[in-house]
């Protein structure tokens, strides 16, 4: 019940395609919903984070969809570029816990 | 910008040897984490630490790890008798506050056992 779901394990997109990376959950206790960038032998960094009170955040080429009764979330990147080559985590906590629980995690490669 | 740093950021060690990870956190931030990450896996949760004690903690996070908060700035990880499921990436990480707050990850320090 603790489990992120995370999907594609990988991606492969063209330049300028839309890259779709979906997660879902079980906990409805859930209430932040941040998506992680991970560069290789880098830290994860925060790429964008949404809350279930909205159904969709957007930050430049980056969005979030949620959908609070599928228990699901997804990462959209438009316009995908070489340089968003990455590994992408989602991650979910609850409450006033802080620990953040992450999905598993999608390589996503941009082809030139 | 401020960041998070490690040090180590590579360790080889023994297994039964203690290792000892350092962490500096961002020097406003008063919420700090341990995550790791086995190679091709998820990042995990291991420890949370606040106003100097342990706030949270996950399965993984058994006798044979401990955190401390030494001085003003660092924060450390030992594993007191590594084994070699231990071998892994661990993960600094901390916060201006707690709950639903962006998490700033450090780099890293590869841990190998042997």
């Known amino acids: 019940q603790q489990q992120v779901k995370q999907s594609p394990q990988s991606l492969i997109v063209q330049k300028g395609g839309i890259s779709i990376i979906n997660c879902a959950y079980e906990?409805?206790?859930?209430?932040?919903f941040p998506w992680y960038q991970q560069f290789p032998g880098k830290g994860p960094a925060l790429l964008i984070a949404?809350?279930?009170?909205?159904s969709e955040k957007k930050e430049g080429r980056f969005t979030i969809s949620f959908n609070k009764s599928a228990k699901q979330f997804s990462l959209h990147i438009m316009d995908s570029q070489p340089g968003d080559s990455a590994t992408y985590f989602c991650?979910?906590?609850?409450?006033?816990?802080?620990?953040?629980?992450f999905g598993s995690g999608t390589q996503l490669t941009v082809l030139p | 910008e401020p960041e998070v740093t490690q040090t180590p950021s590579h360790q080889v060690t023994q297994m039964g040897q203690e290792v000892i990870l350092r962490c500096v956190p961002i020097?406003?931030?008063?919420?700090f984490y341990w995550y790791r990450q086995i190679l091709g896996q998820k990042v995990e949760f291991l420890v949370s630490?606040?106003?100097?004690?342990?706030?949270?903690k996950s399965e993984i996070f058994d006798d044979q790890f401990s955190v401390e908060r030494p001085d003003g700035s660092n924060f450390t990880l030992k594993i007191r008798s590594t084994k070699l499921e231990d071998s892994a990436m661990y993960f600094c990480?901390?916060?201006?506050?707690?709950?639903?707050?962006?998490?700033?990850f450090g780099p890293g320090t590869r841990l190998l056992v042997l």
């Open positions: 990480a901390s916060s201006v506050r707690g709950t639903g707050e962006t998490q700033y």
């Open positions: 906990n409805t206790a859930f209430d932040y």
């Open positions: 949404i809350r279930p009170d909205v």
């Open positions: 991650a979910a906590s609850k409450g006033s816990a802080r620990q953040l629980t």
């Open positions: 020097s406003n931030h008063l919420y």
């Open positions: 630490f606040y106003n100097n004690e342990i706030s949270e």
